[in-house]
């Protein structure tokens, strides 16, 4: 919005020899067509605009008919055209994704897709755009690609190139199930759905950027909502599971609450017999407890699926009086169980 304020101030107080004739800003890059010998003006004038003096422009010329411009490189030709080529920066190191990582081979596939797309749409000459696949080739197979990815990825574009129109989605369509990728395992039921005219997709579930990156401050946990919970008994080994939408806190302060109604109570002989048979509202009133948090899930359903899960690991350490909101089928037990393994029978 800044930049967009920058530039009407320029086209209304700009000098006419100084104004450009051609204008085009990605972002901070700023592709302009200039008179001969007006671009240190427009440079100082552009750098006045700005009151504050934060906005610094800086400017590059083209230099033996060629000009970068984000991933482009300009070229005039002989007969004043002007052709496009890929351009890479001198630091360029020509490492992409290694092939032998640990990503569904769709991730990589699209690598190669877009590198020859890239040369496919922007580079304006056929020579230059053989050249360029050339330099593509030979750069990820430097990263482990091997020759037949490639012909795959150039039948798929061709494939797509043939297609007079793209199928557009739309609210009917049918959603894509995303599952995180575990090699072996994600493909394996990728291939079950598909069956049952399911697409499904991959993706990684721990990134660099995941485990690096955290931009916004760190809440309190009092002030975390939609979680699922964690409760370890002070006086023995039990644990009670539960979720909830609000603030932890305050629902962490609701069985507080609770445990000391129960513990602060004077029992006379008929009221001690009557608490022992009673079912209290939370397993926790029988327990000293220091809460932590385990899980988070925005979505109330995926949520009570969640605690399930966390109550069923816990077994017989679980002082949950039942199973949660969702009845989790005993199907995944072996998964879940650390102590007993899956076996898959196949009749031949």
């Not at 994704?97 to 081979?105: E, R």
Request: glycine share 4%; proline share 3%; net charge positive.
């Amino acid at each position: 919005m800044f930049m967009e304020h920058l530039e009407r101030k320029l086209s209304d107080t700009a000098p006419e020899d100084l104004k450009p004739k051609l204008w085009k800003r990605y972002v901070d890059d700023i592709l302009e067509v200039v008179k001969i010998g007006s671009v240190e003006k427009l440079t100082e004038f552009l750098n006045e605009l700005d009151d504050s003096h934060n906005i610094k422009f800086t400017y590059e010329v083209e230099q033996g008919g060629q000009l970068p411009f984000l991933d482009l490189l300009l070229n005039r030709t002989e007969n004043g055209g002007l052709k496009l080529q890929i351009y890479r920066k001198p630091t360029h190191t020509e490492k992409y994704l290694n092939f032998s990582s640990h990503h569904p081979i769709e991730h990589k596939l699209s690598v190669v897709r877009t590198l020859l797309e890239r040369s496919q749409c922007l580079v304006t000459e056929i020579e230059d755009r053989k050249q360029e696949h050339f330099h593509v080739e030979e750069a990820l197979q430097a990263c482990g690609y091997p020759k037949w990815t490639f012909n795959k990825v150039r039948r798929q574009i061709e494939s797509k190139r043939d297609k007079k129109t793209r199928q557009q989605r739309d609210s009917s369509q049918q959603k894509i199930v995303v599952i995180p990728y575990v090699e072996n395992v994600s493909e394996a039921v990728a291939k079950i759905t598909r069956k049952h005219s399911i697409p499904v997709a991959m993706k990684p579930y721990k990134t660099l950027k995941s485990v690096l990156v955290h931009p916004k401050d760190k809440q309190e946990k009092e002030d975390l909502t939609e979680y699922v919970y964690k409760v370890p008994c002070a006086n023995c080994d039990k644990t009670y599971i539960g979720e909830t939408g609000r603030k932890f806190g305050v629902r962490l302060q609701e069985h507080r609450t609770e445990v000391e109604s129960k513990s602060g109570c004077t029992f006379t002989r008929s009221l001690r017999a009557s608490s022992l048979t009673e079912h209290n509202k939370s397993a926790l009133t029988d327990h000293a407890t220091q809460a932590t948090v385990i899980d988070r899930e925005p979505e109330r359903f995926i949520r009570w699926i969640k605690e399930a899960i966390h109550i069923r690991k816990e077994g017989q350490q679980a002082m949950n009086r039942d199973e949660g909101s969702y009845q989790l089928s005993h199907a995944y037990d072996c998964f879940l169980d650390t102590t007993s393994s899956c076996q898959l029978n196949r009749k031949n």
